[in-house]
């Protein structure tokens, strides 16, 4: 991976064709993670080719599993797990790494990991998933950067109610539970489609677990879990990202591959500022938005199912040719509007103050140099990028790598004149 890389997009070309969604990588990192649990291999079908699974997979062949990746399946096989210590090098390549905390507690009764520490988002804290774990019997000591966490007599089951329903300590909670003696409950638990899809692969491998999408979620701890062969669901946030591609360049696009019913809490959005969208079954949808947008109302990201936060940044960058005045109101993360500067040297007219980001729109943008600072910021100057009039350069593609697989070649396969280099 090149650091000096960047993406030159020659913007103002309508987006017309039809693009296959991958796999979520929000689902395909907690799966791999899970993947430790079950003693033998497990098959991940429909796995994305995304550096942050690359880091995953370097993890999970350090602690002793052997990964491999046939296309967009991947195989891991956790017969002979060894490690438990994630040295700091691996924990920096990606800053979910502290999903594999509740497997590797389930799985070793122990694990080692540098603190994960602040990110482009924000601090990043771990306290729910820490204080969640040692309700459930993990002694977790935090000194010199590291996480030494030990359940010398195993985890235990507990009623967990977590102040804020944390995606991350959802997954962490119920990677532990599965083989914890007795029941757990995770109250407030986060909803998203990836909690369901990990709590299903964990299903299927023999745990006991009850209300997953709910906000409770029971797990009755077993002895041991079998693998299995799952397919991982598809990137609802990727999906979005295209529609807002389609729609900044009032094209045409269909999506094949995609859940719509994961999409719900945007593409209504998308319908108030004059995109028209058709959903057909087994995974179609059909997106037009030919006329000049309009603002939509006031966008609060929220957990699933409100509006997600991930795709905050390139709906931010989609209103700013839009007719009227938009109001993003960012509840998730506390640093999440990196991408505004950036797009403001493409011509937009925005301000944030605090959470709350303002997007007067525009009636062109014209193309400049700018660089990524975060992954969905990178692709909130993919999207605006190709409506600005000119060339635009991107910097920063080791951001947009983590999150999108073959970005340029398939925004090029439905017209997009855009190159790496
Ligand atoms: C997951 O991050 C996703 N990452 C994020 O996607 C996504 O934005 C986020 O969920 C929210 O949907 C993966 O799944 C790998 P959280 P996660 O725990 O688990 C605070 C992307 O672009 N919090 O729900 O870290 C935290 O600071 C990435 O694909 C605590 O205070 O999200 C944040 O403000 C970005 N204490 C909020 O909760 C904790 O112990 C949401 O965090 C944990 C979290």
Known sequence: MNFRQKLIVNGGRKLEGEVRVHGAKNSALPLLSAAVLPHGETVLHNCPALTDVDAACRILTHIGCKCRRD?????????????????????????????????????????????????????????????ALRQMGAKIDEEHGFLDCTAGKGLHGAKIVLSFPSVGATENILLAACTAKGETEIHNAAREPEIVDLAEYLIKCGAKIRGAG?????????????????????????????????????????????RTEHMNGFLQTMETMGARIYTYG??????????????PPTIRTMPYPGFPTDIQAPFTA??????GTSVFVETIFENRFRHVSELMRLGANIKTEGRVCVVEGVPRLSGAKVCAADLRGGAALVTAALAAEGTSEISGLTYIDRGYESLESTLRSVGADIKRV
């Open 282 to 295: 087994g995974g179609k949808l059909y997106i037009t938005g030919k006329k000049r947008l309009t603002a």
């Open 214 to 258: 709910d906000g409770v979620i029971i797990i009755e701890g077993v002895e041991r879990l079998s693998p299995c062969e799952h397919s991982v669901i598809p990137d609802r946030i990727e999906a979005g990202t295209y529609l807002c591609a389609a729609m900044i360049t009032h094209g045409e696009m269909i999506l094949t591959n995609c």
């Open 318 to 323: 989609l209103c700013t040719t839009a007719e």
């Open 71 to 131: 296309g967009d399946t991947v195989t891991v096989d956790a017969s002979n797990v060894f490690g438990s210590e994630i040295p700091d090098n691996l924990m920096r390549q990606m800053r979910s790494s502290i999903i594999f905390l509740g497997a590797l507690l389930g799985r070793m009764g122990r694990c080692r990991l540098s603190f994960p520490g602040g990110c482009e988002l924000g601090s990043r804290p771990i306290d729910l998933h820490i204080s």
